[in-house]
């Protein structure tokens, strides 16, 4: 119901910055508690940042907090993922996530709904 497609990936120097996009479409946005994960080769799905569907309450895994910043746009159906001082080890595919839940979480499995993914590439 709900169909999500990310933009804004691609290739920077260590120290540089991206601006990730999630737009959606078919369902009511402003509803969902919006995720962004990240998986790299060989890795597990890790979590990266949420907000919740009224964008008051954000929640960051430690290893990017005060470098990226998840915000919203509901007028617009689009979710962001700002990054900056990005680091070789960040490099991994980025996907958005939607789900309907009472608190926002960091659990793969609490979003339904997810976009195809983004790559991002960070050089040394």
């Known amino acids: 119901q709900v169909q999500l497609v990310e933009s804004g990936g691609g290739l920077v120097q260590a120290g540089g910055s991206l601006r990730l996009s999630c737009a959606a479409s078919g369902r009511t946005f402003s509803i969902y508690n919006m995720g962004w994960f990240r998986q790299a080769p060989g890795k597990e799905r890790e979590f990266v940042g949420a907000?919740?569907?009224?964008?008051?309450?954000?929640s960051y895994a430690e290893s990017v907090k005060g470098r990226f910043t998840v915000s919203r746009d509901n007028a617009k159906n689009t979710v962001y993922l700002q990054m900056t001082s990005l680091k070789p080890e960040d490099t991994a595919v980025y996907s958005c996530?939607?789900?309907?839940?009472?608190?926002?979480?960091?659990?793969?499995?609490?979003?339904?709904?997810w976009g195809q993914g983004t790559q991002v590439t960070v050089s040394s």
């Open positions: 996530a939607a789900g309907r839940r009472l608190l926002v979480t960091s659990t793969s499995r609490d979003y339904d709904y």
């Open positions: 907000i919740k569907w009224s964008g008051d309450i954000t």
